[in-house]
């Protein structure tokens, strides 16, 4: 688990729950929040963009807490989504993240996504982690992304010997579930499945960037699944400045500097044009 710890140097002078959340009568960031946190981001050496589902589902992709339509009308994705639903039915398993992929496949990254890969061009270091498994972001251009909960792109036997298979793979198959071409195990998606620990590697990459960023930009999260929601506040306990953007409150806002109200496809590029704005100063 991340540290909490008490805020160092870099957070010195700042009290939690200081967030504006000021809204214009037109629905965006008050123009005074907008400019706050351009400047913050301006100033940044070393900053982490953390994405949730929010971002995602601008691009069109349901988050699992939206209802199914069509024939997964009746199913619960919290059920699905586990190792126990795929030991019971792997194959309808399969097919409910074939329908799922399908959409994300044919998903395009939305302005958020290209303003999150725009700030690459203006600051030293910018790396992203997401909770989202599509890619878009690396699609829209970002360099270095920490996927915490795995990725849509890439298979592994259910034993977890083989890894890194790639759709080629699966597509080179009818049945389905599909195999392992090197164990003949059933193959799985490697993303997180409910009750699953996220990948070590990714997340221990996360908890030492939170700790080491002077920024942290959180952008449509609900603050609330563990351990994935520890790491903006471990970040602002150990002193680095936040930024929340969603279109409401979360359980986040308490710990920002700066409360951006509105969806990250409409506030993200205009904080973009800026913190350019910022630096030309």
Known sequence: MLPG???GARGAGRGHGDATTRRTSLGRPDSDDLRRAAAILAAAERLVVFTGAGVSKESGIPTFREPETGLWARYDPMQLATLE???RDPALVWRWYEHRFGIAAAAEPNPGHHAIAALEELLPQVIVVTQNIDGLHQRAGSTDVVELHGTM????CLPGRHRGFGWEVVRAQEERPPRCPECGELLRPEVVWFGEALPQAALERAQ????ACDVMLVVGTSG???PAAAIPAAARHAGARLIDVNPAPDALSR???VFLAGPG???LPALV???REARRR
């Open 255 to 257: 710990l920002c500097d």
């Open 5 to 7: 710890g008490h805020a």
């Open 85 to 87: 639903g795929f030991l």
């Open 273 to 275: 044009e800026a913190v």
């Open 224 to 226: 609330v699944v563990y």
């Open 208 to 211: 030492r960037l939170a700790l």
């Open 265 to 267: 496809g409409e506030v």
């Open 153 to 156: 792109h890439s298979f592994r």
